[in-house]
T-cell receptor, first 112, second 115 residues
Framework: GESVGLHLPTLSVQEGDNSIINCAYSNSASDYFIWYKQESGKGPQFIIDIRSNMDKRQGQRVTVLLNKTVKHLSLQIAATQPGDSAVYFC???????????FGGGTRVLVKP | DGGITQSPKYLFRKEGQNVTLSCEQNLNHDAMYWYRQDPGQGLRLIYYSQIVNDFQKGDIAEGYSVSREKKESFPLTVTSAQKNPTAFYLCASNGPGGFLNTEAFFGQGTRLTVV
């Protein structure tokens, strides 16, 4: 069946370093990918999205990379800050606006 | 302010009871979704609705029911048939926004506990 998975369940990062969070997906028909950030006890917050006809997109301190050949998605956070500590989810859908399938999440812990 | 509101934030249910979780949005979004999240896990889709008066089962619909009588509202009922209802429930809606003209907005969640 369809699935979106993560390689690393927990990532500890020194404040100021860059973070890389990885995600593997199995459905090659997926066209739209999103990264969410979820803080404890709150709903997920949209970070950045990308469509399958792109391989890279940059936001403020974040970059999403998409490798369709190996069905791999990553989120890079530059100069990680304490406020970046959260669980990060990748999600995908077959088209923008369609229902999302979520991965299992990676917890990022930023050490001072 | 525009947004999506879930209530209550915490809910306790006795075994055998049905309970209804509220989800309201004033974003004029057509699509609304209910997800379940268990501790340390990702989000699993329960039900979704792409338009008023229509909804479809997600991956874990058994023991749940929904209605979509109004565009703004998508309540979720957790029935007594749901054997393990203790979880964090998240409602979301899809609409214009973001680079790709779509962005799923989430409510702040309802934490349901069976007592």
């Amino acid at each position: 069946g369809e699935s979106v998975g993560l390689h690393l369940p927990t990532l500890s990062v020194q404040e100021g370093d860059n973070s890389i969070i990885n995600c593997a997906y199995s459905n090659s028909a997926s066209d739209y990918f999103i990264w969410y950030k979820q803080e404890s006890g709150k709903g997920p917050q949209f970070i950045i999205d990308i469509r399958s006809n792109m391989d890279k997109r940059q936001g403020q301190r974040v970059t999403v990379l998409l490798n369709k050949t190996v069905k791999h998605l990553s989120l890079q956070i530059a100069a990680t800050q304490p406020g970046d500590s959260a669980v990060y989810f990748c999600a995908y859908s077959k088209a923008a606006g369609n229902k999302l399938t979520f991965g299992g999440g990676t917890r990022v812990l930023v050490k001072p | 302010d525009g947004g999506i509101t879930q209530s209550p934030k915490y809910l306790f249910r006795k075994e055998g009871q049905n309970v209804t979780l509220s989800c309201e949005q004033n974003l004029n979004h057509d699509a609304m979704y209910w997800y379940r999240q268990d501790p340390g896990q990702g989000l699993r889709l329960i039900y979704y609705s792409q338009i008023v008066n229509d909804f479809q089962k997600g991956d874990i619909a058994e023991g749940y029911s929904v209605s979509r009588e109004k565009k703004e509202s998508f309540p979720l009922t957790v029935t007594s048939a749901q054997k393990n209802p203790t979880a964090f429930y998240l409602c979301a809606s899809n609409g214009p926004g973001g680079f790709l003209n779509t962005e799923a907005f989430f409510g702040q969640g309802t934490r349901l506990t069976v007592v």
